[in-house]
């Protein structure tokens, strides 16, 4: 049998959508591939004198709507169809939550923690130097992804604005605040994620307090944890590349934000406070009210999904659930708030910093909140409505909310009947 693609598993999302649409063939014959994908070889001078050679791409996977956006990710498996299945996703995302965007990605196959900090800013800065004509504040505008941060974005501006000779703010988002970021724009994912699950707790009959796991303690996950303990809920589960920890009476945040902020796992902080050892296999399958994957692909599929206890999964990663494990889901009656919904925090703060390059005008940070509230609000209500009119899942909802947008925009450009009478 043949092996299916990333990509392939993704594009099985856009026939389910299309099914409850009516759209013209031309906006799936566009939607199939990507429009540019473009492979480079980096090489940096190592600190040893030697040089080195990295595989890197750009895809720019649909502009109808607008400029490209979407991250960078540093990861040694990276690989072209998971850059172009991420940024198939980013088209989607950016149209769910009705930013003036298409989507694009990109990658660079490294590990980045074999790297000195300063060979890690030569193969940022010689990411710029290849895709300097790719990307541009109107054309495809890059931002952090796992593995990258504000950093490096720091001086990927850099590098563009010595290439063009004039600084450019808006060319790429998530940079440090003083090189112009956006208050709000470092906890962004994980936030938007939560106004989502406490806007529609309502609907979705959650209980008060939630015991919830979180399988991947990076960015997006601490910000969720930090955020719904705040706010009263449990965190009773945490996971890393390392490893997995547990403790039915909640995980203590402090414990956990200082191993990773210390560069350690949150494994290290086993034996303090009630922390058990977990199995990090186990993890998905732990007795929660909310589970959110906050890690990498594919990390629930058709082997483990019937171990998924949670009443309502959050995801946080891009799509942490394969085809097969969504439909076992869905018949065991778990609820999936899908990622280009339940992530998109992330890239609607990456929108709004961008806005404020353009203008040179920067707002506050309870102005980021209050819209970025707003935003997830609004396009969460829209989904769950089409999704019970239509008695389908949250994640076609959100595809045929989206595909609808880029439908129009794709149709607007003349259909079959505008030129055949
Ligand atoms: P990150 O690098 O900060 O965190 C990733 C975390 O996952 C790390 O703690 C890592 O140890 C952990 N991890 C890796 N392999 C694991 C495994 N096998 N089991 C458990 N944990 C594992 O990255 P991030 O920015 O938090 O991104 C996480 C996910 O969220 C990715 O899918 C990313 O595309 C998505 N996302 C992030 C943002 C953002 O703004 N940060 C926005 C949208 C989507």
């Known amino acids: 049998m043949q092996k299916h693609s990333l990509l392939d598993h993704a594009l099985t999302r ?42 890197a791409w750009r895809c720019r996977y649909d502009d109808t709507r607008g400029p490209t956006k979407g991250g960078i990710r540093f990861h040694p498996s990276s690989t072209a169809d998971e850059v172009e299945t991420l940024a198939f996703w980013m088209t989607f995302k950016c149209a769910v939550m009705n930013l003036p965007y298409g989507g694009g990605k990109g990658a660079v196959q490294v590990d980045p923690r074999k790297l000195s900090k300063t060979e890690l800013e030569r193969l940022s800065r010689s990411y710029i130097q290849a895709f300097a004509r790719t990307i541009g504040p109107d054309r495809d505008i890059p931002a952090p992804d796992v593995y990258t941060n504000s950093m490096i974005m720091g001086w990927m501006a850099d590098e563009y604005a010595q290439i063009v000779g004039r600084t450019e703010p808006a060319v790429i988002t998530g940079k440090p605040l003083a090189l112009g970021g956006s208050l709000g724009r470092d906890d962004a994912t994980g936030r938007g994620g939560y106004y989502l699950v406490q806007h529609l707790a309502g609907d979705l009959g959650l209980d008060r307090p939630m015991r919830v796991a979180i399988q991947g303690f990076g960015n997006a996950g601490q910000h969720i944890a930090r955020l719904l303990i705040a706010d009263g809920h449990k965190v009773i589960a945490a996971s890393d590349s390392e490893g ?178």
Request: proline share 3%.
């Open 244 to 421: 997995a920890v547990a403790c039915a009476s909640g995980l203590d945040i402090e414990a956990l934000l200082a191993a990773k902020q210390g560069g350690r796992s949150v494994v290290n902080t086993i034996g303090h406070g009630g922390h058990e050892a977990l199995a990090p296999e186990a993890l998905h399958g732990v007795d929660c009210d909310l589970l959110v994957p906050a890690a990498l692909e594919s990390m629930i599929d058709e082997s483990n999904a019937h171990e998924v206890k949670a009443k309502l999964v959050l995801e946080l990663a891009n799509g942490p659930i394969t085809p097969e494990a969504d439909t076992i889901l869905a018949n065991n009656g778990v609820i999936v708030l899908p990622d280009i919904l339940a992530n998109a925090g992330g890239v609607t703060v990456s929108y709004f910093e961008w806005v404020q390059g353009r203008q040179g005008f920067y707002w506050t940070l309870e102005e980021v909140h209050d819209r970025l509230r707003k935003t997830m609000e609004r396009e969460g209500r829209a989904i769950w409505e089409v999704s019970r009119g239509k008695g389908i899942t949250m994640r076609t909802a959100a595809y045929v909310h989206a595909l609808g947008r880029l439908a129009e925009a794709i149709e607007a450009h003349g259909t079959q009947s505008f030129f055949v009478s």
């Open 14 to 55: 856009l026939d389910e959508a299309a099914a409850h649409l009516k759209v013209d063939p031309d906006v799936i014959e566009k939607l199939k591939f990507a429009r540019e994908m473009t492979k480079v070889r980096l090489m940096i001078r190592m600190d040893d004198g030697s040089r080195k050679s990295f595989i």
